[in-house]
């Protein structure tokens, strides 16, 4: 199990007309991923999404926080004692190409892992090659197809299994799917989320999935959890299907609102929710205390404005919710399509 408690990174950007500038990518996000589980991190672009799976990977470092792997807090470990721990978290990259070195056949990409692990494990020579038979047969391709192969001699949904098969060589706990299926062909991605599905029940491995859409973290993990970031902080979270179909967070009503609509057979929910363009103010930046949400929020109020929200399932009286969400004023409102006949 691996778990993040209070994690927080801000970075310092330099240049511009305006000099140099912090930017809080994350604010005290709690998680957990269990063995097999499934966690989704939803966000739009620049909610934080990718420095928490570089974070979780042990590719970026935190300014607050802990990541216990295992049991153990990674803040009691040296630089170098972390890595075994580490290793059980593997990240698939977006681009399945600039992923793999291209100088390089399957065969090379998978010995390179395989063998590290046979030392690690006390395993002989001759396990390399079966293992790397046996894991390209798991992510559903032909090893005698692939093993000589170059990455430019493979489709995008066949070297996306390859990456899969190359994390799996460290045999790990969880894998962190960033926005894993956003560059490969439509045609591909179901076949890709399905792979990733079954080497949960399969595997027993846990999948953190990082995703702008809400469509395929519902896919993936219909039965775990989600978390929905704004600006670095956790604003609803909750078993998915129950966030799905009843948000309560107006930012989170904003994302299902923004489901397209079959045309001629849906129409949009009645409550659909349509953020307020910033006006005058960047995305709220330079705003101390207050919802980070109150520059596009239809719903704020003065108290928005004034005090800072906290993830928690407090509605006021006798409206407590299921779901953890970070709100003064959570309310059910009908944002999902609904059939034309219902
Ligand atoms: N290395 C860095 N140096 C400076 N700022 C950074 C760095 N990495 C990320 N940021 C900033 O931190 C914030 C969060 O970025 P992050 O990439 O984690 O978001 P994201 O949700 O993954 O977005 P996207 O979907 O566009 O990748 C953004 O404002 C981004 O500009």
Redesign the pocket.
């Known amino acids: 199990m691996i778990t993040g408690t209070g994690i927080s990174k801000t970075?310092r950007?330099r240049g511009g007309v305006l000099g140099a500038r912090e930017?809080p990518?994350l604010r005290d996000v709690d998680f957990a991923v269990e063995r097999g589980g499934a966690v989704s991190f939803i966000?739009?672009?620049?909610?934080?999404?990718?420095?928490?799976g570089r974070i979780i990977a042990g590719l970026e470092t935190h300014d607050a926080g802990e990541i216990v792997i295992d049991g153990v807090p990674m803040s009691s470990l040296s630089h170098r004692r972390r890595q075994p721990y580490f290793r059980r978290v593997q990240l698939i990259h977006q681009d399945p190409y600039s992923a793999l070195n291209p100088t390089r056949t399957v065969h090379q990409a998978l010995e390179a892992p395989l063998a590290l692990r046979a030392r690690q494990t006390g395993r002989p020579k001759s396990w390399i090659d079966s293992r790397a038979q046996e894991l390209l047969s798991m992510v559903g391709i032909d090893p005698g197809y692939v093993l000589p192969r170059y990455p430019h001699q493979l489709s995008g949904g066949m070297r996306q299994r390859v990456v899969i098969a190359r994390a799996l060589t460290m045999d790990p706990e969880v894998l962190v799917a960033d926005?894993a299926v956003s560059m490969i062909d439509v045609s591909l991605r179901l076949g890709i989320l399905a792979l990733l599905k079954d080497l949960r029940e399969r595997v027993g491995v846990g999948v953190l999935f990082?995703t702008?859409d809400i469509a395929t973290a519902r896919y993936i993990g219909d039965d775990g959890e989600l978390y929905v970031?704004y600006r670095?902080q956790v604003v609803e979270r909750g078993a998915t299907e129950k966030i799905i179909a009843d948000p309560v967070h107006p930012y989170t009503q904003s994302l299902l609102s923004a489901i397209p609509v079959l045309h001629g057979l849906e129409r949009p929910g009645a409550e659909r929710v349509v953020p307020k363009e910033p006006r005058g103010e960047t995305q709220g930046e330079g705003r101390s205390g207050g919802c980070l949400f109150v520059p596009r929020c239809p719903f704020s109020t003065e108290r928005c404005e004034r005090e800072t929200p906290v993830l928690g399932r407090d509605g006021g009286p006798g409206q407590e919710t299921e779901q953890e969400h970070a709100c003064f004023h959570p309310r059910r409102r009908s944002v999902i399509p609904v059939g034309v006949g219902e």
């Open positions: 970075f950007q930017v990518a966000g739009e672009s620049g909610s934080g999404k990718t420095t928490l926005e990082i702008h970031l670095g």
